[in-house]
């Protein structure tokens, strides 16, 4: 298990890091206060992910988790399985989206999630894919005015 939390709290690391080093780029828009701005909330985020990484990887240093052997597939064989298909039906939908639109592509994205957690009722397949992308669009599209990928249809 050394290992996994090793592995584990340099991934964040990394994660904390390109993020602080993204969230550098960002301008500032309409908040004329210098220090809140576009890149607040993800730095935070990155400087707590960060710290929490550290602190994962002293308690391992210390000797705080026992070293029995064990690798993350070996605690979560089966959770393993479904997160890794979770992160390639969440890749297709990053690469459709463009060209799909976000209506169709979010529906899509939402059945396949669906069905990987085990949801098996035609109605609940059927109505809350559909819902749940028409709702986050009104929300997001026309509430918001924030622009959306269009995709085939234009819309």
Not at 61 to 74: E, I, M, N, P
């Amino acid at each position: 298990m050394k290992k996994a939390n090793y592995c584990i709290a340099a991934a964040f690391l990394l994660l904390a890091a390109f993020v602080l080093y993204s969230a550098a780029n960002f301008e500032q828009t309409l908040i004329q206060d210098d220090y809140v701005g576009a890149a607040f909330f993800p730095e935070l985020l990155a400087w707590m992910t960060g710290g929490l990484a550290l602190f994962l990887g002293g308690l391992t240093f210390r000797g705080k988790f026992d070293g029995d052997g064990r690798t993350l597939s070996d605690l979560f064989p089966g959770e393993i399985r479904i997160a890794l298909a979770g992160l390639a039906v969440i890749t297709l939908y990053v690469l459709s989206l463009d060209y799909f639109g976000f209506i169709l592509a979010t529906a899509a994205l939402n059945f396949a999630l669906l069905l990987l957690f085990g949801v098996r009722n035609p109605l609940s397949l059927a109505v809350f894919p559909a819902a749940i992308s028409l709702a986050v669009y009104g929300v997001f599209y026309k509430l918001l005015v924030v622009p959306l990928p269009e995709g085939l249809f234009y819309f």
